[in-house]
């Protein structure tokens, strides 16, 4: 089956430390995101990929950082600069054709305390 | 000015009853527009695109009024499993992958 696997789905670290939170997909899209949600609000772009070895800050970078050495993988770094880590993580892709409609993986929750 | 914006909710109805709600974006040269769905704790999924002429899926109905830069969903004939948070999502520009989302309309369908 295509689509996007997200590990692990619950994540605890202590603070001060750095922790990789894994994106794989297998729908051969080149457009790859990482979002962050809080509880009741919005989605917030953190970096977003649209082709191998490239990247772009999204709206929330600081604190994070990303690579993009394979097309179907895109893993994010929560630092220990990033001063509200604890969040949902969210993981998408999306053709760079069309529409560029999205389609996510299941999530990371992360827990920072 | 926020780039897309949604009503919170709650929306309260009763199974079978008919409920609607907009969302307006900023921008006026934005080019798709997207409905998707957010369970609980889920990642959010698509439920469906949105075009100018109007489009159905199933109970489902989008609208888009580009004059008045707002989209609508209307969901017909309720189901318990449709509560859930509706988020509208928009791509701001044509040379542009990213989409902004808005912060999601609640929608709680009781028996």
């Known amino acids: 089956d295509g689509g996007i696997t997200q590990s692990p789905k619950y994540l605890f670290r202590k603070e001060g430390q750095n922790v990789t939170l894994s994106c794989e997909q297998n729908l051969n899209h080149d457009a790859m995101y990482w979002y962050r949600q809080d509880p009741g609000q919005g989605l917030r772009l953190i970096y977003y990929?649209?082709?191998?070895?490239?990247?772009q800050k999204g709206d929330i970078a600081e604190g994070y950082s990303v690579s993009r050495e394979k097309k179907e993988s895109f893993p994010l770094t929560v630092t220990s600069a990033q001063k509200n880590p604890t969040a949902f993580y969210l993981c998408?892709?999306?053709?760079?054709?069309?529409?560029?409609?999205?389609?996510f993986g299941p999530g990371t929750r992360l827990t920072v305390t | 000015r926020k780039e897309v914006e949604q009503d919170p909710g709650p929306f309260n109805v009763p199974e079978g009853a008919t409920v609607a709600f907009n969302c307006t974006y900023s921008n006026s040269a934005s080019q798709s527009f997207f409905w998707y769905r957010q369970d609980c704790r889920k990642e959010p999924k698509l439920l469906m695109s949105v075009y100018s002429s109007g489009n159905e899926d199933g109970r489902f109905t989008a609208q888009l009024n580009r004059a008045s830069q707002y989209i609508s969903l209307l969901i017909r004939d309720s189901k318990l499993s449709d509560s859930a948070t509706y988020l509208c999502v928009v791509n701001m520009a044509v040379s542009d992958y990213k989409l902004s989302f808005g912060a999601g309309t609640t929608v709680t369908v009781r028996a």
């Open positions: 998408a892709s999306s053709m760079t054709t069309g529409d560029h409609e999205q389609y």
């Open positions: 990929s649209q082709i191998v070895n490239d990247f």
